[in-house]
């Protein structure tokens, strides 16, 4: 028999189905309530108790500590697959045919081409902005050169887009970090793979043949794939919220680039080195930053600690500290920011603020190491965030608009002045 749940409201009862996800998930199906209870809302800020949809894509489970795409473990994906093939499992559902998958492939590169007008918007921006801020605006402005909106209906329209974007999109986030260091602008070489042509996009130099790097190039593919989704998580639900007022999916992309860009969110990994690097300025004490994480008149929180649904330790971190180790080791790297992480983690791990709420590292605390080591600015780290995570929003987008979701938006409680009649200013 179908559950369901019970509301109970000045002695009326209202009933109401609940949903079983396949991971035996349940939500109680409040569709109805303004509707039956002649306006009744649920507040919930921050979306803390709320599923805005159901979604096929990504399976996480916070107390476990288990991440899925498709169905396929996030361990299991990032020791064995590539972040095309990922990418294909998170946007179409099923893990690519060696056929599917060099089509894909080259149809990707076939679109590599960035509109030349666009270096000057690129030109217009001065060398100090944040590269997010010029990804955000060069995402938007593509819209200006592939004018025209998605028919999802059509399959092929749907696939030219998607194509598109994962094509145009390292360039863009390269170019944003070749503008800042004073670089002429790579355009990639199409006999590369995805992962080492966004690595010669980054760092080739004018005067140097480039030379890829097997190991470093390994340790992007599973940076991307590790950060390629999330399920509902702020930039994401931005994405589909954007998209569900039918607005493009370039548009959709570029609004989840801002909202990944905060620090309580991707930008995280630029504040976890910074606050590494400051803790190492001051001499180390670990024990001194702890103590300031915890002391609720101190506003310092430790970044790359807490999660809002891993309430267990981040598979993708475990992943990235063991990557972090062998990454520093095969390049021969000391990086005492590496020992201080560790030392933080060891003490908060065992602390009791920390224990007690369920503070474990996420994929931040580690993934900035990783980049560092590979030679990205620090200020690029939440790029390589949303290159990562750029074929979850498309996936999600395209679910969104596939499933013909209602546009978002969401209701309040009014908590301000009831009527009151106007005063002209002499009066005030
Ligand atoms: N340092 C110290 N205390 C913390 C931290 C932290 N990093 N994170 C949470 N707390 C405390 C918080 O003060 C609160 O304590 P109390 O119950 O005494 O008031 C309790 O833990 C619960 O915190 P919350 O802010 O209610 O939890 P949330 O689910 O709203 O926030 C979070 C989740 C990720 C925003 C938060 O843990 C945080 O700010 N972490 C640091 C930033 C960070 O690393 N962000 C990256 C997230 S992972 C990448 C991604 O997916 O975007």
């Known amino acids: 028999m179908s559950k369901k749940a019970t509301l109970e409201i000045d002695g009326n009862k209202y009933e109401?189905?609940?949903?079983?996800?396949?991971?035996?998930e349940l939500g109680i199906d409040i569709k109805t309530l303004r509707g039956v209870t002649g306006g009744v809302t649920t507040i919930d800020p921050g979306y803390k108790n709320t599923g805005s949809c159901e979604s096929?894509?990504?399976?996480?489970?916070?107390?476990?500590?288990?991440?899925?795409?498709?169905?396929?473990?996030?361990?299991?994906?990032?020791?064995?697959?590539?972040?095309?093939?990922?990418?294909y499992l998170l946007i179409f559902g099923e893990l690519?045919?060696?056929?599917?998958?060099?089509?894909?492939?080259?149809?990707?590169?076939?679109?590599?081409?960035?509109?030349?007008?666009?270096?000057?918007i690129l030109d217009g921006f001065p060398k100090s902005a944040h590269p997010m801020g010029v990804l955000s605006s060069l995402t938007s402005a593509l819209i200006a050169f592939n004018p025209g909106s998605v028919d999802v209906d059509s399959e092929e329209e749907m696939y030219g887009a998607i194509v598109k974007i994962l094509a145009k999109f390292p360039v863009l986030a390269a170019w944003t970090m070749r503008k800042r260091k004073s670089l002429p602008l790579d355009y990639g070489d199409n006999a590369l793979g995805y992962v080492e042509n966004l690595h010669k996009m980054m760092f080739s130099r004018p005067n140097k043949t480039y030379e890829a790097n097997k190991i470093v190039n390994d340790a992007l593919d599973k940076l991307l794939i590790l950060h390629a989704d999330h399920e509902q998580n702020c930039s994401t639900s931005t994405v589909r919220i954007v998209?569900?007022?039918?607005?493009?999916?370039?548009?959709?992309?570029?609004?989840?680039?801002?909202?990944?860009?905060?620090?309580?969110?991707?930008?995280?990994?630029?504040?976890?080195?910074?606050?590494?690097?400051a803790i190492k300025e001051d001499g180390?004490?670990?024990?001194?930053?702890?103590?300031?994480?915890?002391?609720?008149?101190?506003?310092?929180?430790?970044?790359?600690?807490?999660?809002?649904?891993?309430?267990?330790?981040?598979p993708r971190a475990k992943i990235i500290k063991v990557a972090a180790e062998e990454v520093l080791a095969d390049l021969g790297i000391e990086d005492?920011?590496?020992?201080?992480?560790?030392?933080?983690a060891k003490v908060a791990l065992e602390d009791e603020y920390f224990v007690k709420r369920k503070l474990y590292p996420n994929v931040d605390f580690y993934s900035g190491i990783i980049y560092r080591a590979l030679g990205i600015p620090t200020e690029m780290f939440t790029v390589m965030f949303a290159l990562g995570r750029l074929p979850g929003w498309i996936a999600q987008w395209r679910e969104m608009r596939l499933r013909k979701e209602p546009i978002g938006r969401p209701r309040q409680i009014y908590t301000g002045e009831t009527y009151r009649a106007f005063k002209s200013v002499s009066e005030r």
Not at 16 to 24: A, V
Not at 97 to 118: C, P, R, W, Y
Not at 288 to 314: C, P, Q, T, W
Not at 336 to 344: F, N, T
Request: net charge negative; hydrophobic share 40%.
């Open 243 to 277: 998209g569900s007022s039918h607005a493009g999916l370039f548009a959709s992309l570029s609004a989840g680039i801002s909202a990944l860009w905060g620090p309580l969110h991707g930008g995280a990994n630029q504040a976890v080195i910074e606050m590494l690097e």
């Open 56 to 87: 096929a894509i990504t399976f996480l489970d916070g107390e476990k500590g288990i991440l899925r795409y498709r169905g396929y473990s996030i361990e299991e994906l990032a020791e064995k697959a590539d972040f095309l093939e990922v990418a």
């Open 16 to 24: 109401f189905p609940i949903i079983e996800g396949t991971e035996k």
């Open 96 to 120: 690519p045919t060696a056929e599917q998958l060099n089509k894909f492939g080259k149809d990707i590169k076939e679109e590599s081409h960035v509109d030349e007008d666009m270096k000057k």
């Open 336 to 344: 005492p920011v590496l020992d201080i992480a560790k030392g933080l």
């Open 284 to 314: 180390g004490d670990t024990a001194k930053y702890i103590a300031k994480a915890k002391d609720k008149e101190d506003s310092f929180r430790l970044m790359g600690f807490g999660h809002r649904v891993y309430k267990n330790f981040d």
